[in-house]
């Protein structure tokens, strides 16, 4: 083992060489672990019943404090509440970033589905998956990023699942638009 001025420049080296996919996983996983350790596990699907719950509380305090899941998911102040913000400013800057791409982007889905029924499929699929979330008591980023990081096998098998069905998913999208 070397001083560490000698171990250093060869440890930056070696993270040169890494691609540049592998070395966004080092540091995604380092910030989630940080994460962790700091505020807890994360996961946004708690923070839709927990804006729910603000209204609620503004608009009918005694219901909302009557009812027991508003008052367990607490406020709507916590870090999920800001990476849920982080998440719609994202979306929001990353169409604008990438409207140069939107008359390829159009004509291949001109030929699936009017603009229409797009969103429409698109506001169902994520109603579903919040709803299934809350039901399964975390969403992806709770059971996936938060799980695995932890080492918790309910986060690898689920992991494995959302993956296979992904994958399965796109495949049958694309045999039936071929």
């Known amino acids: 083992m070397g ?13 040169r060489r890494l691609p540049p996919w592998a070395s966004l996983g080092i540091i ?17 699907s708690g923070t839709y019943p927990r804006f ?5 509380r503004r608009i009918e305090p ?10 367990k998911m607490g406020s ?20 604008r970033v990438w409207r140069a791409a939107k008359p390829a982007i159009e004509r291949v889905h001109a030929a699936e589905h009017s603009t229409r029924a797009r969103y429409m499929n698109s506001f ?14 975390g969403c992806t980023s709770g059971h996936i990023i938060s799980g695995i990081t932890q080492g918790a096998l309910s986060g690898f098998v689920f992991a494995a699942a959302v993956f296979a069905v992904g994958i399965g ?3 049958l999208i694309a ?3 071929n």
């Open 76 to 95: 709507l102040l916590k870090p999920e509440s800001f990476l849920v913000l982080g998440l719609l400013i994202g979306g929001f800057l990353a169409a």
């Open 175 to 177: 045999a039936r638009g």
């Open 169 to 171: 998913t796109a495949k």
């Open 62 to 71: 005694a219901y909302a404090t009557a009812n027991p899941y508003l008052e």
């Open 28 to 44: 995604f996983g380092l910030v989630s672990a940080a994460s962790i350790l700091t505020w807890g596990p994360i996961g946004v």
């Open 124 to 137: 169902i699929g994520g109603f579903l998956i919040i709803f299934g979330a809350r039901i399964a008591g």
């Open 52 to 56: 729910i719950g603000a209204i609620l």
């Open 3 to 15: 001083t560490a001025a000698q171990v250093q420049p060869a440890a930056a080296a070696a993270v």
